[in-house]
């Protein structure tokens, strides 16, 4: 067997490097913060621009599925965006049901805090559930704008799982905060994520008291969550903030309110302070509630949040009219984040949508939906969904500084060769947590399991036809001389998971 598949994948880097898409793929790296002289790989040519279903359903999904985007097509553009919108209407059970025995996932600090402490294979075992939790549902849940809203604020909101004590709360903030709010207001998500204990102990705000003034949430609130870097703020602001959050902590003490928000008046400066220009006198914990509201109302924050998700739907360059067009309708419904939605991901928006590079998660989800994979929610100590996303650099809640994976070419362009292996292991059987039936996969597709025809039916498959014709044609040749066994058909996938076409949506 070992000798069988050394063939194999001599095979499959051999038809790389034989000038089907290979040249743009040469950026070879284990990571994404590690710099290489490649050059990233080329977008291939929008081949997906001119069907604006297709590219709202790569967009607002894990990534492409055949039958999801017949699906959309049937319902329509709107009908499509509208059912995902009200997130709260789509049965989703069969998605809760995958991770019932993930017992982790509903501990309370306190429980997770016990369970954790005891030993380090439960310790894994919660890191493990967690990761599964998190990668699994972007592939299977009907719900799949929430879920990348989800992972779109996890990013904003950033937390390092490995940070003290942030492992014992981060299932809590996950389902409080995050997962509550993230198609809500963001005032009140803002808000929750100020008050929880993940975020208070992950940048020290527990320890901000009278005279001796933390200023790292502060700044971090200033800068990633709501103005932006250097937008409307001083230095001096940062400390004035500082100040209005002395107090802010959280019960440490090991018991049921494990966690949960405190407030200690001996540890506030009630001193007066100036914030944005605005003098607040001494006031106790409502002087920091006052911050996120002025925070929040401030049309800088309304540019800054219309700025990232426009980043993050539409493309690396978002036109300026587009972004104003977002801040406006957060202002107009105080940061309704589903009205934010409804404009940029309108018609008109999407029109306007360029190629983005795929980051890793969202390359592995799209792999598994695009095949039509099965998913296993193994949740033990072994972590088989989280070691995936290790190897090619994006595993969930592991980006050690408050900024957040990023979502760039030049971060992500280099490291290419994590995902080939990625797609090999898949596709080989190799990773425990996703199964790929060949002949089930391409059986959904019109044509796909014809001879002569399965490099096409691989294309629609994985990108509803964006390969370029003389790529397919290769990969067709690849296909034919070794006839259409399983094995190859596998192999021909794995290939063209490597392309250019599959690597950007």
């Not at 793929?25 to 977008?43: D, N, Q």
């Not at 998913?375 to 088989?384: E, F, I, L, Q």
């Not at 292991?425 to 399965?454: N, V």
Request: net charge neutral.
């Amino acid at each position: 067997m070992s000798d069988q598949r050394s063939s194999v994948s001599v095979s499959r880097r051999g038809f790389l490097r034989a000038g089907v898409g290979g040249a743009a793929l040469v950026g070879l790296g284990a990571g994404a913060r590690v710099a290489h002289a490649a050059p990233p790989p080329a977008p291939p040519p929008h081949g997906r621009a001119g069907d604006l279903v297709q590219v709202l359903v790569e967009r607002i999904t894990g990534g492409f599925n055949w039958a999801e985007v017949q699906r959309a097509r049937t319902m329509g553009y709107q009908a499509y965006l509208d059912e995902q919108l009200d997130f709260e209407r789509i049965a989703d059970d069969s998605t809760d049901a995958l991770f019932a025995n993930h017992v982790t996932l509903r501990m309370s600090p306190e429980e997770r805090y016990a369970f954790i402490a005891s030993s380090t294979t439960n310790r894994n075992i919660a890191y493990a559930q967690f990761d599964d939790h998190t990668i699994l549902r972007r592939i299977v849940s009907k719900r799949q704008l929430y879920e990348r809203m989800v992972e779109f604020w996890t990013d904003h909101f950033n937390l390092d799982i490995l940070d003290d004590l942030v492992r014992y709360f981060v299932t809590d903030w996950d389902r409080k905060v995050i997962r509550r709010h993230a198609m809500g207001s963001f005032h009140d998500l803002l808000k929750a994520s100020a008050h929880h204990s993940a975020m208070s102990t992950y940048l020290d705000n527990n320890t901000n008291a009278v005279g001796k003034p933390q200023e790292n949430y502060a700044r971090e609130l200033l800068e990633l969550y709501t103005l932006g870097v250097d937008n409307g703020y001083t230095q001096q602001d940062v400390v004035e903030v500082a100040r209005c959050l002395t107090g802010w902590s959280f019960w440490s003490s090991r018991n049921a309110v494990y966690g949960d928000f405190r407030y200690i008046a001996s540890r506030h400066d009630n001193g007066t302070k100036t914030v944005l220009g605005r003098r607040i006198l001494g006031a106790g914990k409502s002087e920091g509630d006052l911050v996120l509201d002025m925070l929040c109302w401030h049309p800088n924050t309304a540019r800054f949040i219309a700025g990232k998700l426009a980043h993050f739907f539409i493309g690396y360059s978002p036109e300026p009219a587009i972004v104003e067009a977002v801040a406006t309708a957060y202002m107009n419904t105080a940061g309704d984040i589903k009205s934010m939605l409804r404009v940029l991901l309108s018609p008109a928006m999407m029109t306007h949508a360029t190629p983005k590079l795929k980051r890793p998660q969202q390359f592995a989800t799209s792999l598994v939906r695009a095949t039509a994979g099965q998913v296993a929610a193994v949740g033990s100590s072994r972590n088989d969904v989280g070691s995936a996303m290790a190897s090619m650099g994006q595993q969930p809640y592991r980006w050690p500084t408050p900024d957040g994976y990023p979502d760039s070419l030049t971060a992500w362009g280099k490291s290419m060769l994590p995902r080939w292996s990625f797609a090999s292991r898949l596709l080989d059987g190799r990773e425990q947590w996703a199964t790929i039936d060949p002949l089930l996969a391409l059986a959904q597709i019109p044509g796909g399991l014809q001879p002569g025809g399965q490099a096409q039916g691989i294309n629609q498959m994985l990108t509803g036809g964006a390969i370029p014709d003389d790529q397919v044609l290769e990969l067709q040749m690849f296909i034919d001389q070794r006839s259409a066994t399983a094995q190859t058909l596998r192999d021909a996938i794995s290939i063209a998971a490597s392309l250019p076409a599959f690597q950007w949506h």
